[in-house]
């Protein structure tokens, strides 16, 4: 059974910091490219950022995250982390962890729950 679960969500004031955290469980996680979602009330979900498979890999961000927020993995830890710093309040929604690999011409995508990040004095 695969499992992603969040953590490190909060609220927090602008200007400060957040780490999340995703810890995957029953996937070959260094074969699959991980990313960062977020969904804001009345809006669709939106890559906030991207990361490929295996050690070294390349990563892609949102505009409107580029220079404040960095994707990193643990694949000894099966772990993928946001550093998200400099935060604005535009940044609040709940963040989703992905996990995606594309297999014989098939993606399959795995999600998991949730984290609220709430940006606000």
């Known amino acids: 059974q695969v499992q992603l679960v969040e953590s490190g969500g909060g609220l927090v004031r602008p200007g400060g910091s957040l780490r999340l955290s995703c810890a995957a469980s029953g996937i070959s996680f260094a074969s699959h490219a991980m990313g960062w979602y977020r969904q804001a009330p009345g809006k669709q979900r939106e890559l906030v950022a991207g990361?490929?498979?295996?050690?070294?890999?390349?990563?892609n961000y949102a505009d409107s995250v580029q220079g404040r927020f960095t994707i990193s993995r643990d694949n000894a830890k099966n772990t993928v982390f946001l550093q998200m710093n400099s935060l604005k309040p535009e940044d609040t929604a709940v963040y989703y962890c992905n996990a995606n690999r594309v297999w014989f011409g098939v993606r399959s995508d795995y999600w998991g729950q949730g984290t609220q990040v709430t940006v606000s004095s």
């Open positions: 990361l490929t498979s295996g050690s070294g890999g390349s990563t």
